[in-house]
């Protein structure tokens, strides 16, 4: 994942959904079911797309915008 300070809007959404796909997975794991991997998919899913320049700053204007 990116770090929070460089994303834009939807990056920051983006890692908040991670996280908690990641608390959900962990709650099904615990409970037995293996329906959890496809939590934890998606949340890698999430995480690795905060890579994409979409989802992060572009300009300065960008980032005095949401200041």
Do not use: E
Not at 18 to 25: G, K, Q
Request: proline fraction near 1%.
């Amino acid at each position: 994942m990116m770090p929070w300070s460089k994303l834009n809007i939807k990056g920051k959404i983006l890692i908040v959904c991670c996280c908690l796909n990641m608390w959900l997975a962990v709650v099904i794991a615990l409970s037995g079911d293996w329906s959890c991997i496809i939590s934890v998919v998606v949340a890698a899913t999430c995480g690795i797309c905060t890579f994409k320049k979409r989802y992060q700053h572009q300009d300065a204007d960008d980032i005095n915008k949401f200041k």
